[in-house]
């Protein structure tokens, strides 16, 4: 009886482990991705700006 609790015991050690693995590379992709997407996002931002700049002025000279 005791083996089969050691043998159980390492078995689910060794999912355990296994888990963590793959969560763990999950986790790193996705850390990628973000990283990736933020600074997408911080370009977006300095587009998005120098375009709300240029229509500030288009809109500046149409009034004048």
Not at 14 to 35: C, S, W, Y
Not at 48 to 59: G, I, K, P
Request: hydrophobic letters at 40%.
């Amino acid at each position: 009886m005791d083996q089969k609790f050691d043998l159980m015991s390492e078995q689910m050690r060794d999912i355990e482990t296994a888990l963590l693995r793959a969560f763990q590379n999950d986790a790193q992709g996705v850390a990628a991705q973000i990283q990736k997407l933020n600074g997408s996002e911080a370009a977006a931002e300095i587009r998005l700006s120098a375009l709300e700049s240029r229509v500030l002025e288009l809109e500046t000279r149409r009034r004048n």
